[in-house]
């Protein structure tokens, strides 16, 4: 399996981004997908996640600004980011993998390239 993620670039506050992430391949034990992200210093933290059963999960943070979504015909998750804060600037990466027991409990499977996202006036 290849996860393909762009979207990324500089952005002000309050602006809005989409992030889209590409899979090719399969697995049968995927069945979830859910974006990372990693700002310069810190650790990889989940940000949303979206299960085969369109449940969807998302770090307090984010709530209420950012939205995961898939379409399953065109092999893609997308984040939609909306009031975009300084803050929010990071690496996003995309993720393939399983929850056992519900977002946000997941064994990730595979990576996608990162996409940087800047958000600064």
């Known amino acids: 399996v290849q996860l393909q993620a762009f979207g990324g670039g500089l952005v002000q506050p309050g602006g809005s981004l989409r992030l889209s992430c590409v899979t090719s391949?399969?697995?049968?034990?995927?069945?979830?997908m859910t974006w990372y992200r990693q700002a310069p210093g810190k650790e990889r933290e989940l940000v949303a996640g979206?299960?085969?059963?369109?449940?969807?999960y998302y770090e307090d943070s984010v709530k209420g600004r950012f939205f995961i979504s898939r379409d399953s015909a065109k092999n893609t998750v997308y984040l939609q980011m909306n009031s975009l804060k300084p803050e929010d600037t990071a690496v996003y990466y995309c993720s393939a993998g399983r929850t056992f027991y519900g977002l946000p409990q997941y064994d990730n499977y595979y990576w996608g390239q990162g996409t940087l996202v800047t958000v600064s006036s």
């Open positions: 979206i299960t085969a059963g369109d449940s969807t």
């Open positions: 391949g399969s697995n049968s034990n995927i069945n979830a």
